[in-house]
């Protein structure tokens, strides 16, 4: 048994050695790659098939996960706040031991669009070693964030470019995916 799950394991990993990654190159400077390429990405996402790229998806979201640590980098975390939706508000008071009211006051406010945010950045829930200290109950933004591996990446393609200027996952994706068109 023990020996069946080895070679089935290793079967896994020569078969994704098999495939032809993308460089470790295409990280390198990959925020002036993605702000020169945002029209590249736009008219790409505008004009793809929507079942052909959700198929790559998958593997594309877990080789980017593979090469890239989100905790050296935490700009998300910095520089974006995610939307609190009433279920997050419950979990998250309720495991900060407070009031949901008094949640709200001390961390969110509302934004134009009539969603609550977090009233200051970086996240106050983000340790200085990029650890977020409500991770097992945190947002469900926060939780899907990048989208690279939903159909939020075709959907929402303002946020998906939006994305790509400071998320190196999701510009990574949208690399791949630029690959194998």
Same mark, same amino acid.
């Given at each position: ?16 050695? %098999? ?9 390198? @400077?990959?925020? !002036?790659?993605? %702000?020169?390429?945002? !029209?590249? #990405?736009?008219? #790409?996402? $505008?004009? %793809? ?19 890239? /640590? *989100?905790? $050296? *980098?935490?700009?998300?975390? +910095? @520089? ?9 508000? +419950?979990? =998250?008071? !309720? ?9 709200? &006051?001390?961390?969110?406010? &509302?934004? &134009? ?9 970086? *996240?106050?829930?983000?340790? %200085?070693?990029?650890? *977020? ?15 690279? /591996? &939903? /159909? =939020? =990446? ?17 510009? #990574? ?7 194998? +068109?």
């Amino acid at each position: 048994m023990i020996f069946e799950y080895y070679y089935r394991i290793q079967a896994l990993y020569l078969a994704a050695m %098999a495939k032809e990654l993308l460089p470790d190159s295409v990280l390198t @400077n990959w925020q !002036k790659k993605s %702000a020169d390429r945002q !029209k590249l #990405y736009k008219q #790409y996402l $505008q004009r %793809a098939k929507k079942n052909d790229v959700l198929k790559q998806l998958p593997d594309l979201h877990e080789e980017a996960f593979s090469k890239i /640590d *989100c905790l $050296q *980098c935490a700009a998300c975390c +910095k @520089n974006y706040s995610p939307r609190f939706k009433t279920p997050d508000i +419950k979990r =998250i008071s !309720k495991l900060l031991r407070m009031k949901e009211g008094e949640f709200v &006051e001390t961390y969110l406010r &509302e934004d &134009e669009d009539g969603d609550f945010v977090l009233q200051q950045l970086p *996240c106050p829930f983000l340790g %200085a070693d990029h650890y *977020c200290s409500i991770y097992e109950d945190r947002p469900s933004d926060c939780h899907r964030f990048p989208y690279t /591996d &939903e /159909d =939020i =990446i075709i959907k929402r393609q303002p946020l998906t470019l939006k994305n790509a200027t400071f998320c190196p996952i999701t510009y #990574y994706v949208l690399e791949g995916l630029l690959k194998n +068109k």
